[in-house]
Every structure is written in C-alpha cells, then in structure tokens.
T-cell receptor, first 108, second 113 residues
Framework: AQSVTQLDSQVPVFEEAPVELRCNYS??????LFWYVQYPNQGLQLLLK??????LVKGINGFEAEFNKSQTSFHLRKPSVHISDTAEYFC??????FGAGTRLTVKP | NAGVTQTPKFQVLKTGQSMTLQCAQD?????MYWYRQDPGMGLRLIYY???????DKGEVPNGYNVSRLNKREFSLRLESAAPSQTSVYFC????????????FGNGTRLTVT
C-alpha cells in the first residue's frame, strides 16, 4: 500500500524568503514521486518528479526537491519565493496517491 | 495543443439526476484517469483506464461509472447524483510508462443540491 502525508496544510511566507513544503510517503514497492502545483481555477501541473538516480531533483520555476529514502521524505524547496508562487502544492507517490495539499501564500 | 479538455466546466444537479462528464486528450496517451478533489483531502482516484478497452476502479468508485470510448475520450457518469458527490472533478492522462507524469484538465465543478 502507498500513502502520502503533507505535513503542513498552509504555509505563509514573505516574498523573497525561502520555503520548504514537507512530504512524507510510505510504499512497499519502488517509489516514483511527484510534486504538482495548482493555481486557482486550474488543473494540476507537474513541477518535478523523482524516478531514480540523483536524489536532488530540479523542477520548473526554481523549485527543487530532495528524495530521502531513510526518512521516507520528498520535501520541496525554493530559495526565494515570488508572489506568483502562491498556489496549492500536491505531493504524489505514483499516479494514484496524492497528499492533501499545502497552500502556499506568498505575502509582499 | 489543447492537452486535456473537460466539459462542462460547471454543473448544478438536483439529487437523483444523472449526468456525464466528458474528457478528451490529444496527446496520444494510453492511460486516462478521473479524480475528485475535496477540501483537505487532496485528489482521490475514482476510476482509471490503463489502455483503450480497459477500466479499473480506484479509491472511491461508488456511485460512478466510466466509459473509455476510444483512445482519446474517457467519460464519467453519475447515474443518480447525491450531495456527497459535490466536488471538483479532474480528468488526467499519462503516457504508457507507469512513471509518466499526469497531464490534467481544468476541472468540472459539480454541485448537487
């Protein structure tokens, strides 16, 4: 069985501050991990994915995530956020298990 | 490219009414999915179709049926709508590989009164 836990439902930050959105997973099989972003009234878009290889994965819009097998985590980070990063972010393991989402609000 | 197109964008139903949500993709993807999104619960898989001619239940299939009409189209039907089915519904597609990412439509906001 696979499951995903996003540890924060809301994360408010100021513009240009760093941010980390936390995601823990459990899986009894090989994992494929994804982060998606959802802007208001839109569908989800892929930010980045981990399939294998390097544990540090770079995505679009300056985001990156680190796969940590021992901690069963896949946290999303950005060193300096912009107002336009305000959105909901979803962590997923495989194509069928999503976390509950983290709403990132970037304040001026 | 249009990607994944869902219709309608909004719908209001009375309890007991039926309706079909339509989804089409133009990316030649083999797999298609229907999810529902509810506040605080993320996305939950209703049904999926790994390839044309096959469909399988996901996490929350009760009250729904699906049809994979051809490679492009995957519809979701509510035979007798209930207030618990008030939600935002997303269709998605992915390539043949099981680690291919999902491409989503813009969703259908359904309210059942």
């Amino acid at each position: 069985a696979q499951s995903v836990t996003q540890l924060d439902s809301q994360v408010p930050v100021f513009e240009e501050a760093p941010v980390e959105l936390r995601c823990n997973y459990s899986s009894s099989v090989s994992v494929y991990l994804f982060w998606y972003v959802q802007y208001p009234n839109q569908g989800l878009q892929l930010l980045l994915k981990y399939l294998s290889g390097s544990t540090l994965v770079k995505g679009i819009n300056g985001f990156e995530a680190e796969f940590n097998k021992s901690q069963t985590s896949f946290h999303l980070r950005k060193p300096s956020v912009h107002i336009s990063d305000t959105a909901e972010y979803f962590c997923a393991v495989s194509l069928t298990r999503f976390g509950a989402g983290t709403r990132l609000t970037v304040k001026p | 490219n249009a990607g994944v197109t869902q219709t309608p964008k909004f719908q209001v139903l009375k309890t007991g009414q039926s309706m079909t949500l339509q989804c089409a993709q133009d990316m030649n993807h083999n797999s298609m999915y229907w999810y529902r999104q509810d506040p605080g619960m993320g996305l939950r898989l209703i049904y999926y179709s790994a390839s044309e001619g096959t469909t399988d239940k996901g996490e929350v299939p009760n009250g729904y049926n699906v049809s994979r009409l051809n490679k492009r189209e995957f519809s979701l039907r509510l035979e007798s709508a209930a207030p618990s089915q008030t939600s935002v519904y997303f269709c998605a597609s992915s390539g043949y590989s099981y680690n291919s990412p999902l491409h989503f439509g813009n969703g259908t906001r359904l309210t059942v009164t």
